[in-house]
């Protein structure tokens, strides 16, 4: 199937036409000249603007440049000029945004003041710019965009402020992410400079008059309407040209045309780069003034700056990134330049370079998307540019209540089924071509982003997907008893309740297909499916109990939600005091219904049975941990203690049971009850027992991460159930692929 990306609608700086530009600049100048100002500062421009600042110095006007673009022709004249991109900083991080820049100036001279406390309250706007100018979430940016995330809830701007209560029923109780501020948030603010005049949202965030923000609100959010309208207009206009003209054939799509609005042909030519996946100039012809203006956006393995550079004479200005920049070109130069950039890229890609790459951060087995996951995850956001959210892919699902959503119909929505998990209304945007392809198939495998979002108080686990294809090869589940068995505790859950749970202490119990959370013996809630799958599974498949701990209760309009942690009992517990109950309670409670191997009998029966001091010789794998774990837990119902000795470790008195590991067994006056080695040791007074074992021939040793391919496989991860099916196998000569855990069976 193609390859796609969801796609965004954030906004990106554009190189202003240089005639503009320039006129304007030097009538700007000009004006602050005769009102007396003395000194100009630039926001997110003026790197390239040489010309204009020269003319400022002219006037005897200072400037003081904050940019962050590629510094392309030399450094400007002015006063000063802070750019990240600057090979002489200090400071070697490079990725700070326009208001990154500008935010620095400010916190020097804050510090500068003694004032450094009170640049903090501007990290909201910095964090908006940021997220917007689509700059790397690392390093210092990541800083600033977590923090200033947080102040969204109540932000010190009265204009801000009031925006959030507008957007968001509850602002002062939600946790803003950078989806919020790159799809919601920032093109509200970019509608009014990509239509009109910026100073709209400048107003906005300078005004402490509630009816003059309210008025502004309203207005900001109608430009955003109308430029959704415009951009949508313009879009289907560009596709229409591209498939007519075929120019998707081309190595790099360039569409050039009148009455295109310069504020929206960014997000248009995103939107083009995201179906087509090639890097994608959209050009506003203007006649009257004989230029066009062009907005690039472009795939990963194209750096359009350095294409932009190899053909700078046919460019009137120009400037950006490698993933965006923009320009001005004569009108009678764009058949040159669109020439010029298609043999560029003819020469500089590869055919792998135009395949658009999906990139699995990580296979997943569906019963793992629940709270705990997303919890774990939190832990890496901010995301966005730099720092995208994991990419999962979940394979072999099945699917049901398939079809297109969305007043245009474009967008596909589906529920994705797998081992007994479903999870409803799983978005794939902008994808309506792929309807047909995949109603010809049952199964599918899924690359997908996760969100967790919240409806009715409650916690709703969403999957975005980002490309689907046939599942294309059966596995045999190997991977989703792996997953289940590396599962990290503790476990976070949530829980809703109409009772206040207070300092009640609570318990877990297994009914039937449910998992419940009770106090005492009465219910005081349910645990979500996929959790409850988890540890389901983890009972059945490997005889795990479970306790939990409450982290936070949190009351909300429509329940309690509380937190808790989950994490496995290992405790043991029994009533009974006969020996051969205990030890089979032990066993149990260790292995479940296998047996004990040859060493393990060997061994307990001569320290049990027997009563005789004991040398063994073990190998790996070969289950010492449950010789060892069987002594603790019988000595320990016996009210007596064990000692372990190693050779880093000195005797101590008072133990009831010894037990030496290690290779350096020479001490005479400390007497062991068990001696483990991996050697030959001989001392008066021991039994010596030796491993000794022969793997059967049918039996063929291979990686963990082979035994997914093979029917029948033996792992310490597979379940009980399945180990005992595979020992049977053994012993009727049937071919079996396994790890080095098989070695403890016999």
């Known amino acids: 199937m193609r390859p796609r990306d969801q796609g965004n609608s954030w906004n990106k700086t554009e190189t202003a036409t240089p005639k503009e530009a320039t006129n304007h600049s030097k009538l700007l100048t000009t004006t602050i000249k005769d009102n007396s100002g003395e000194l100009i500062i630039t926001v997110d421009c003026g790197i390239s603007s040489i010309s204009e600042v020269e003319y400022s110095n002219t006037l005897g006007m200072d400037m003081i440049i904050t940019d962050h673009h590629e510094i392309n022709n030399g450094l400007p004249p002015a006063y000063a000029v802070i750019n990240p991109k600057r090979e002489d900083n200090i400071n070697s991080y490079k990725y700070f945004a326009g208001v990154g820049t500008a935010f620095m100036l400010l916190l020097a001279l804050y510090k500068k003041l003694d004032k450094k406390v009170d640049i903090y309250k501007y990290l909201d706007i910095v964090a908006i710019g940021t997220i917007a100018d689509i700059v790397p979430l690392k390093g210092e940016n990541r800083i600033l965009v977590k923090r200033g995330l947080e102040l969204l809830k109540s932000s010190k701007w009265q204009g801000l402020n009031m925006l959030m209560k507008k957007l968001y029923e509850d602002p002062m109780n939600k946790k803003f992410d950078t989806y919020d501020v790159g799809f919601i948030i920032a093109p509200i603010f970019n509608a009014a400079g990509r239509l009109e005049d910026a100073k709209m949202a400048v107003e906005l965030m300078v005004s402490n008059s509630h009816v003059i923000c309210d008025n502004l609100i309203y207005e900001l959010i109608m430009k955003n309407s109308e430029r959704k309208e415009i951009q949508e207009k313009i879009l289907q206009r560009a596709i229409e040209k591209i498939e007519q003209e075929k120019l998707d054939e081309k190595s790099v799509v360039v569409v050039a045309e009148e009455g295109f609005h310069h504020g929206v042909i960014g997000i248009v030519a995103s939107k083009i780069l995201d179906r087509f996946y090639k890097p994608t100039i959209i050009m506003e012809i203007k006649p009257k003034e004989g230029i066009a203006t062009a907005s690039c956006r472009s795939t990963e393995a194209f750096n359009m700056i350095e294409a932009l550079n190899s053909m700078k004479d046919v460019f009137v200005k120009y400037g950006g990134h490698a993933g965006a920049a923009g320009f001005s070109i004569e009108i009678d130069k764009i058949a040159e330049f669109s020439d010029r950039i298609n043999e560029y890229a ?40 730099g720092n995208p959210s994991p990419m999962f892919a979940v394979k072999k699902c099945k699917y049901s209540n398939f079809r297109a959503i969305g007043k245009e119909k474009n967008h596909l929505m589906m529920d994705l089924i797998k081992n007994g998990v479903e999870i409803k209304n799983c978005v794939w945007f902008n994808s309506d071509d792929m309807m047909q392809e995949i109603l010809n198939y049952t199964e599918l495998d899924i690359a997908f982003k996760l969100k967790m979002e919240t409806y009715k108080d409650k916690y709703q686990y969403k999957i975005f997907i980002d490309d689907v294809k046939p599942a294309d090869k059966s596995e045999n589940g190997f991977k989703e008893s792996q997953s289940l068995y590396d599962l990290k505790f503790p ?38 499916n996929q959790t409850k799958l988890i540890l389901k599974k983890l009972k059945d498949d490997y005889g795990m109990n479970f306790r939990l701990e409450v982290d936070e209760i949190i009351k909300k309009d429509e329940n309690y939600n509380v937190h808790i942690s989950i994490y496995k009992d290992e405790e043991f517990k029994t009533l009974s005091i006969d020996n051969g109950t205990i030890f089979r309670e032990i066993k149990k409670f260790l292995i479940g219904d296998l047996e004990y191997n040859t060493i393990q009998k060997k061994v307990l029966k001569s320290i049990f049975k027997d009563k005789k001091h004991t040398i063994v010789k073990i190998g790996k794998n070969r289950g010492l941990k449950t ?41 005479e006056t400390e007497e062991y009850n068990l ?72």
């Open 627 to 667: 010789i060892l774990k069987t002594i603790e837990l019988f000595f320990k119902v016996m009210n007596k203690k064990v000692l372990i000795v190693k050779d880093d470790i000195i005797w101590s008195e008072g133990y009831d049971f010894y037990i030496y590991m290690g290779d350096k067994f020479e001490r």
């Open 346 to 385: 003819k020469l500089n890609l590869s055919e792998k370079d135009k395949e658009k790459p999906i990139k699995i951060d990580c296979e997943l087995s569906m019963v793992k998307i629940s709270y705990d996951l997303m919890d774990k995850l939190s832990l890496l956001e901010p995301y966005g540019f």
């Open 675 to 746: 001696v483990i080695t991996g050697i030959d040791l001989f001392k008066e007074g021991y039994v010596n027992i030796d491993d000794r074992y022969e793997i059967s021939s049918n039996i063929e040793l291979v990686q963990e991460n082979e035994l997914f391919k093979y029917e029948r496989i033996y792992s310490r991860k597979i379940s009980e159930k399945d180990k005992l099916d595979v020992i049977k196998k053994v012993k009727t000569g049937e071919k079996i692929f396994a790890t080095e855990d098989i070695k403890i069976i016999f």
């Open 491 to 528: 476990i976070k859950s949530i829980f809703y309740t109409r009772r206040d749970v207070g300092k009640d202490r609570l318990n877990l119990s297994f009914i039937s297909d449910d998992v419940l959370v009770n106090i005492g013996r009465t219910t005081a809630g349910f645990l979500d």
